[in-house]
């Protein structure tokens, strides 16, 4: 098992483009989730995901999108970059029902907006 | 709602010290509690948790927490540190109640071991 895979690794956007940070995990995990982490501040959940065609915002929402066709793949969108989206960005996931709160986390995504 | 408060934002200690670091929590519900870890450049890893039951839990290298429920704390400790320990950790909570499983975090204390 590969577990959870992100990429890019690292990623330079000047203000205003758009990307796509990949997710995607090969356990059959039906949760799936998308975090930041900056400096001092922890993890803040953007959106999770509790199944395929099933989305719903976290705390920190906005300037983000995601979508989730298949359960393995949970891409998140950034539509006009903004530097305060400058971050690390994490992709969990865990199955329903397993052990409570055990999310398995990817390597990340360091994202730097200028 | 839960919350997360982590005491200390950066521990240093020597090899071989022991270590404590500190986590309360507040909810108004039943919680399952978390630390995990984050070592540089990676991603998190489940360190331990409490579910239900005793409430001193274990993980497999060395580390140590209590759940407090009058004291609303879940603090992490070793009684002697490595140079290895040398991470980020976070302390989590989640609602006992189920649904989407989500956690909060506390904000992190970086555990620095010194030679």
């Known amino acids: 098992n590969a577990g959870v895979t992100q990429t890019p690794k690292f990623r330079i956007l000047k203000i205003g483009q758009s990307m796509t940070l990949q997710c995607a995990q090969d356990m059959n995990h039906n949760y799936m989730y998308w975090y930041r982490q900056d400096p001092g501040m922890g993890l803040k959940l953007i959106y999770y995901?509790?199944?395929?065609?099933?989305?719903d915002k976290g705390e920190v929402p906005n300037g983000y999108n995601v979508s989730r066709s298949t359960t393995e793949d949970f891409p998140l969108r950034l539509e006009l970059a903004a530097p305060s989206q400058t971050s690390v960005y994490f992709c969990?996931?865990?199955?329903?029902?397993?052990?409570?709160?055990?999310?398995?986390f990817g390597p990340g995504t360091r994202l730097t907006v200028t | 709602a839960q919350s997360v408060t982590q005491l200390d934002s950066q521990v240093p200690v020597f090899e071989e010290a022991p270590v404590e670091l500190r986590c309360n929590y507040s909810?108004?519900?039943?919680?399952?509690l978390f630390w995990y870890v984050q070592y540089p450049n990676q991603g998190l890893q489940l360190l331990l948790k409490y579910l239900s039951g005793s409430t001193l839990v274990e993980s497999i290298n060395g580390f140590e927490a209590e759940f407090n429920k009058s004291q609303t704390s879940f603090h992490l400790r070793k009684p002697s540190v490595h140079i290895s320990d040398t991470a980020e950790y976070f302390c989590a909570v989640t609602s006992a109640q189920g649904g989407s499983e989500k956690l909060v975090f506390g904000k992190g204390t970086k555990l620095t071991v010194n030679p």
């Open positions: 909810s108004s519900v039943s919680v399952y």
């Open positions: 969990a996931s865990t199955r329903e029902r397993q052990i409570p709160g055990e999310q398995y």
């Open positions: 995901s509790v199944g395929a065609g099933i989305t």
